[in-house]
Nanobody, 119 residues
Framework: QVQLVESGGGLVQAGGSLRLSCAATGSIFSTTAMGWYRQSTGNQRELVASITRGGITTYAVSVKGRFTISRDTAKNTVHLQMNSLKPDDTTVYYC?????????????WGQGTQVIVSS
């Protein structure tokens, strides 16, 4: 079983920065990708950014140029550097891990970390 522990959320003024971190522990097998999603009340969870084992990154259009995802493969850790934050970025952010155990894909989610951007 994989556990994802998130940290780094909080309150920041518009234009400020935050850095989210997510550490994966437990029975981690082959990780194919890690990423960050966010979900506001009443909305679907949406991809913010992801990074594959090979280093290929994907970003939501709304955060491209402001957010940067990075990972430490050896430590099974992923970070999300968020700059030029806007009030619209306020929501709960969730860490996600995709992996394969043998031929079986698996997925894990963190419990979420709150980001609040004040105007």
């Amino acid at each position: 079983q994989v556990q994802l522990v998130e940290s780094g959320g909080g309150l920041v003024q518009a234009g400020g920065s935050l850095r989210l971190s997510c550490a994966a522990t437990g029975s981690i097998f082959s990780t194919t990708a890690m990423g960050w999603y966010r979900q506001s009340t009443g909305n679907q969870r949406e991809l913010v950014a992801s990074i594959t084992r090979g280093g290929i990154t994907t970003y939501a259009v709304s955060v491209k140029g402001r957010f940067t995802i990075s990972r430490d493969t050896a430590k099974n850790t992923v970070h999300l550097q968020m700059n030029s934050l806007k009030p619209d970025d306020t929501t709960v952010y969730y860490c996600n891990l995709l992996g394969i155990h043998g031929a079986e894909p698996y997925e894990a989610w963190g419990q979420g970390t709150q980001v609040i951007v004040s105007s």
